[in-house]
């Protein structure tokens, strides 16, 4: 197993870390990995791939039942469901996303958390995301109590890796930008 997942304590985060927020824009193409093909790399107690309206999923559960799912191409997070104690079941979908009408096939579904990135270097360029789509790189578990799945996307000069994770009381997400060019880079977080 690589070590290129984040550690599972995270550092306190420096006033000036770039923040990013993502979607696939409708119109980008590429291979994507069949939910099979996931599960047999990837897949372990807790990490399930599966599929929906051909797009890729990955669900997460731990131990305590608290769950996750992403939409792996556009690293959408489309449903978070962690225990709670104001319910008799003891858990609740706290995150969720509605389907996109039937009439627009093309469209996302509403909510979740996205993660888009706009690169304004050039004073020039419209403020428009970079296209991006996203694979899975690598997953990591501490036994079953939380788990992590890396996606990661070149995007011209950058490489950008989106770590999801999930704890038994709480999710979260970290954004590494590695610029590889011999131009700094602008990036602008969007708040949808």
Avoid: H
């Avoid at 006033?15 to 996931?38: G, M, R």
């Avoid at 419209?126 to 899975?136: A, D």
Wanted: aromatic share 6%; charged share 20%.
């Amino acid at each position: 197993m690589a070590s290129s997942l984040l550690p599972f304590s995270f550092p306190k985060p420096k006033p000036n870390l770039i923040k990013a927020s993502c979607s696939l824009p409708p119109t980008a193409t590429s291979t994507i990995s069949t939910p099979e093909t996931l599960d047999q790399k990837f897949g372990r107690k807790g990490i399930k791939f599966s599929e929906s309206g051909y797009v890729p999923l990955v669900e997460l559960t731990v131990r305590n039942g608290s769950s996750l799912r992403l939409r792996v191409p556009d690293g959408l997070v489309t449903s978070y469901k962690p225990k709670v104690n104001w319910k008799d079941d003891g858990f609740e979908e706290v995150l969720y996303t509605c389907p996109a009408a039937v009439s627009d096939s093309s469209a996302n579904p509403k909510g979740g958390i996205g993660l888009v990135i706009n690169d304004v270097s050039d004073p020039a360029s419209k403020l428009s995301p970079l296209p991006i789509q996203w694979t899975v790189m690598d997953v990591d578990s501490d036994a079953i109590d939380a788990l992590q799945v890396e996606l990661s996307c070149p995007s011209g000069n950058l490489d950008i890796t989106y770590v999801v994770s999930l704890y038994p009381e709480s999710m979260a997400t970290a954004v590494l930008v590695n610029n590889s060019g011999r131009k700094p880079v602008s990036l602008y977080q969007c708040n949808a």
